[in-house]
């Protein structure tokens, strides 16, 4: 029997947890212990109610479309099963304990990476020891698979879409090959492509690489509490799920389909100063607002720090975050929080070195000056350049621009533009809000009159930007 020295390791991870947390829990597993029929008296004896593979496979199925992938559910159930309950006389069951649950669920919500690797290791892999780089990818494919899966199914996307952002196949690829970046072998180096495949990978480096990479925990968190339902609702003491997505303003009802997809839109807005994570509000589309540099920078100017995205012919995507508000002048302007961006063919941030201060330029109109934006590098040779003269622009960064480190972002190092995006991020600065900026016409109701008598048709109308509310466009 268990005796009392489980249940002592139990009642600490059971008191990690607040009273509504535990009832919480308490109900998740009895709604699956449940659905196993593990409930009941069996010899008149009261069987432990327990979960079994097949009950959390039904949670999931009792949806009319399941909030988590089977692959994931499967690995869950391993997890959980690799909780071992010290003092148990038989051999590892097929059934979920209760104990097993709540230390499960302990360790991965509320642990920290020395408690989560060994069921991250089961999850990766079923059989005991060292796991090849490949299941290492496959789990991690399969991690940022079901919380874009998860999000979307549960209207978490705060008005993103599957349907306004690219396809996100090629986005999981990028971002899990992105996290695996970090894995590094005992004598510190990093494999990579078929070294990365075959090695094998012991519990120390899988440790390592779940503490220095953020993702995996805050990944795993999404699932449980979304797709287990497990304190979903209840408030998050660790804020990572917050910001995670930021809200999406100014694509609704519009027929876009951002350069951004849900997985890249997760990683780079991990990088930007934390009080801007909490919202994206599109300020200029070339699909919506036309191919004109004029068009571009009267959309941009003053509007606070946002991102510039673009996707060359080739069909490479990439982009650059400015710090501060684009401003027309013939200096560079920002600060060291601006960074440039990769998201096709690979996905990857690339930061300040502190060799110059050459993080931003906007210039228009001028004779003596580069006209164009820039950022990184210098004039004639930025890491990210789009011509005044629209449609053209460079990444020259042989080996690697001097400002961000970055290497060539285009397929060519001339390139042509297909499209670009700009996203403001944070809160629009007072003076760039639509608020309290009405046209002439809404102003003076005569002058409006007169025109309509006069047969005049309001030509502006048309126009106008969408004005959006302020609350989340789920």
């Not at 509320?110 to 069921?119: C, D, L, Q, V």
């Not at 349907?163 to 970090?182: C, M, V, Y």
């Not at 990978?201 to 503490?211: G, L, N, P």
């Not at 533009?417 to 996203?423: G, I, K, S, Y």
């Amino acid at each position: 029997k268990m005796g009392n020295a489980e249940s002592s390791a139990y009642r600490n991870h059971l008191s990690r947890f607040l009273p509504e947390e535990q009832s919480d829990i308490d109900g998740v597993f009895d709604t699956l212990s449940a659905s196993s029929g593990s409930a009941g008296a069996k010899n008149g004896k009261a069987t432990k109610k327990t979960v079994t593979l097949a009950a959390l496979q039904a949670r999931q199925s009792a949806y009319t479309r399941e909030p988590l992938p089977e692959h994931m559910i499967v690995r869950l159930y391993h997890g959980m099963k690799s909780i071992d309950l010290t003092g148990r006389s038989s051999g590892p069951s097929e059934q979920i304990a209760k104990e097993q649950f709540v230390i499960f669920m302990s360790n991965l919500l509320k642990g920290n990476a020395e408690e989560k690797i060994a069921i991250i290791m089961r999850m990766i892999s079923k059989a005991e020891g060292p796991v090849k780089g490949k299941q290492i990818q496959e789990f991690t494919e399969d991690l940022i698979t079901s919380v874009v899966h998860v999000l979307s199914y549960r209207k978490e996307l705060r008005g993103w879409s599957l349907e306004n952002t690219r396809d996100s196949a090629s986005g999981i690829k990028a971002l899990a090959s992105q996290l695996l970046s970090e894995v590094k072998l005992a004598d510190g180096t990093k494999p990579v492509g078929p070294q990365l495949v075959e090695s094998d990978f012991d519990q120390s480096v899988i440790e390592d690489w779940v503490y220095r990479v953020p993702q995996i925990s805050i990944f795993l968190s999404v699932i449980i509490r979304q797709g287990l339902h497990v304190l979903h609702s209840l408030p998050d003491q660790t804020k990572d799920l917050l910001n995670l997505v930021p809200s999406c303003k100014g694509i609704k009802g519009r027929e876009l389909v951002s350069l951004f997809d849900i997985p890249s839109i997760i990683y780079i807005n991990s990088h930007l100063p934390a009080e801007l994570q909490h919202k994206w509000q599109l300020l200029f589309s070339s699909r919506l607002h036309g191919e004109s540099f004029s068009q571009l920078c009267g959309h941009i100017v003053k509007k606070g720090p946002c991102i510039v995205i673009l996707k060359d012919l080739d069909g490479y995507i990439f982009g650059g975050f400015a710090s501060h508000s684009w401003e027309v002048k013939p200096q560079f302007q920002g600060d060291n929080r601006c960074f440039l961006f990769s998201v096709f063919p690979s996905l990857a941030v690339y930061t300040h070195t502190g060799y110059n201060d050459h993080y931003m330029y906007l210039n228009h109109g001028q004779q003596t000056m580069p006209n164009g934006l820039g950022m990184g590098g210098q004039h004639g040779y930025f890491g990210l350049w789009v011509d005044g003269d629209y449609g053209k622009g460079h990444s020259k960064a042989k080996p690697r621009c001097t400002t961000y480190n970055s290497p060539q972002l285009s397929a060519k190092e001339d390139f042509t533009l297909d499209a670009v995006e700009v996203w403001a991020v944070g809160d629009l600065p007072e003076s760039a809000g639509t608020k309290g900026k009405k046209s002439i016409l809404d102003v003076d109701p005569e002058a409006q009159a007169f025109l309509e008598m006069a047969g005049k048709s309001r030509q502006s109308e048309g126009l106008r930007e969408p004005i959006e509310e302020d609350d989340d466009d789920d």
